[in-house]
């Protein structure tokens, strides 16, 4: 008898773990993600994260941009914060379970032109409550190797388009394969996601 009841509770035990294991991957495919801005941009060493246009570039800064562009070289860094949502919250027949992105194979699009690419720099845990939780992404590019045929001016709209006082990530996109970590093991969504700024995206 003792044995027997000892396997009923080893059994209640498996099935539950089951269940929460079924719950938690059902999930995976519904984790989202968004766009929400571009922060900490410097061009060629000028930060344009503080100037509104083109007019408002003080003589040393304009004159740094001059010279970087005729030397065909204008390099860039900022980060591109994104917001990761896990509606996995739970419900009266299963419990919240928290998820973590291991990885974000990305590429980075500005006005559908693909340029750079990465990862994440570490693992970040999403937790199942409800709430988003914000993913800064470092990036380093040269603009001009990439727009160039814009020019002078067009380089410097761009990067305040996107960096600048008024920016925004409208003309961005995220071109992006995630990794979740599940309790059986990583798992890497089976297409290419699009992440933007309007909406958040799973698929």
């Given at each position: 008898?003792?044995?027997?009841?000892?396997?009923?509770?080893?059994?209640?035990?498996?099935?539950?773990?089951?269940?929460?294991?079924?719950?938690?991957?059902?999930?995976?495919?519904?984790?989202?993600?968004?766009?929400?801005?571009?922060?900490?941009?410097?061009l060629a060493g000028v930060?344009?994260?503080?100037?509104?246009?083109?007019?408002?570039?003080?003589?040393?800064?304009?004159?740094?941009?001059?010279?970087?562009?005729?030397?065909?070289?204008?390099?860039?860094?900022?980060?591109?914060?994104?917001?990761?949502?896990?509606?996995?919250?739970?419900?009266?027949?299963?419990?919240?379970?928290?998820?973590?992105?291991?990885?974000?194979?990305?590429?980075?699009?500005?006005?559908?032109?693909?340029?750079?690419?990465?990862?994440?720099?570490?693992?970040v845990d999403v937790p199942?409550?409800?709430?988003?939780?914000?993913?800064?992404?470092?990036?380093?590019?040269?603009?001009?190797s990439f727009f160039a045929?814009?020019?002078?001016?067009?380089?410097?709209?761009?990067?305040?388009?996107?960096?600048?006082?008024?920016?925004?990530?409208?003309?961005?996109?995220?071109?992006?394969?995630?990794?979740?970590?599940?309790?059986?093991?990583?798992?890497?969504?089976?297409?290419?996601?699009?992440?933007?700024?309007?909406?958040?995206?799973?698929?």
């Amino acid at each position: 008898m003792r044995t027997l009841l000892l396997l009923s509770v080893v059994f209640l035990v498996s099935c539950a773990s089951i269940r929460d294991i079924t719950n938690s991957l059902s999930s995976l495919q519904n984790m989202q993600f968004k766009l929400t801005g571009i922060t900490g941009m410097r061009l060629a060493g000028v930060d344009v994260s503080r100037i509104a246009s083109p007019t408002s570039l003080s003589i040393s800064d304009g004159l740094a941009l001059t010279q970087a562009f005729a030397r065909k070289s204008l390099p860039t860094t900022f980060v591109v914060n994104m917001d990761a949502k896990n509606p996995n919250t739970g419900s009266s027949a299963s419990k919240s379970v928290p998820l973590t992105l291991k990885g974000l194979d990305w590429r980075l699009l500005i006005d559908d032109k693909p340029t750079i690419n990465g990862d994440l720099d570490k693992p970040v845990d999403v937790p199942g409550n409800g709430k988003t939780t914000q993913i800064p992404l470092s990036m380093s590019m040269d603009m001009y190797s990439f727009f160039a045929d814009k020019g002078y001016d067009g380089i410097v709209n761009l990067a305040l388009a996107l960096g600048g006082q008024k920016g925004s990530t409208s003309r961005v996109k995220l071109d992006a394969m995630p990794t979740v970590g599940t309790p059986l093991g990583p798992m890497t969504y089976p297409s290419r996601i699009s992440i933007v700024d309007t909406e958040f995206r799973g698929k």
